[in-house]
């Protein structure tokens, strides 16, 4: 059993910098599980925590169901990999693979076979004679991994080990930790400020900001049910567009009164914002539920960018000091300073209480 348990987990340097606060976790056996938020959210001191690098101000951490709160780094049956390698330069990446078991007294003969399974895992086969200058950045990361993999841990600890690549190598790269946590079976903890890499990566994905979690969902969960308005943000390329407004009621119809819009709210959606009548909410609309026509919608919008992408475009429109994007079809005609009618896919659309940032519906 590898899982990783975080109970109430704090950290606090100082008198006052609240790294982590109050972060509660369960990373089930196997699982490939990502820390993702913005610079200084906590992401990589957590992951210390878990190592045993660092020591929590507050709570409990168990590996494989047991305490480990005043267990060494080395005796945690852990291995990390960070982002710049950390290889030895003077040795051949085969020594660099090997040397963390021959400082454990492990036989020659097992350390041989443990390093060319390792190898043949990450096709560095070829490589193995190299000195870390001698590799690309990519090939260095292998090894890196590799020396992590031949340990044969409980967990894997990964902290941004891609963000040194350039971005096809990284597009690469991520195909391939895939590839090698389900060749391994292990359990993968992986920190990254990416959230392409994150929603492409993980199983479940604990989004953090300040310190916490914000929300703790797998990727399709995380992109089709926002539980926040910063995670509805955080997440997605572009952003989704955010919308200020009150809800209204006319006629016994629900209404949102945005500032450059006027939308009836679909019956579905009607009873979780009744509540919210007369009351400031933010609406959020995913760019590829923004669909512009000649026609009459629901606004007019003056196009300001096009980007064609391939298979689509990027429209970027603007509705008096509002500013929009639209994902649409490559043939759509809209060109720069057009006026278009905008419509928005009312039942994909999201709610969100600007008193407290929940989402509501
Ligand atoms: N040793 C330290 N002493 C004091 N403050 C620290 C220390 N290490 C981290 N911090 C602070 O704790 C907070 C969280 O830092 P952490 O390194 O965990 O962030 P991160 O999410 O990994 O960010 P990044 O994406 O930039 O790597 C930050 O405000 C940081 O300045
Ligand atoms: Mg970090």
Known sequence: MSTVT??????????????VDNVSLEVEDGEFMILVGPSGCGKSTTLRIIAGLETATGGDIYIGGRLVNDVLPKDRDIAMVFQNYALYPH???????????????VQKKEIDERVKEAAEILNIGELLDRKPRELSGGQSQRVAVGRAIVRKPKVFLFD??????????????RAEFSKIHNKLGATMIYVTHDQTEAMTMGDRIAVMREGGIRQLADPGALYQSPANRFVAQFIGIPPMNMIDGVIAEEGGALLFKGDSCRVTVPDGKGDLLRPFLEKKVTMGVRPEDVSVSEGKGMAEAVVDVVQPLGPQKFLYLKMGDCEYTARVPVETKARVNDTVAIVFDMEKVHFFDDATDRAIV
């Open 6 to 19: 975080l109970k109430n987990v704090t950290k606090v340097f100082g008198d006052s910098v609240v790294a």
């Open 160 to 173: 941004e080990p891609l963000s040194n690549l350039d971005l096809k190598l990284r597009v690469q790269m």
């Open 91 to 105: 040795m051949t990446a085969y020594a660099n693979m090997a040397f963390g078991l021959k400082l454990r007294g």
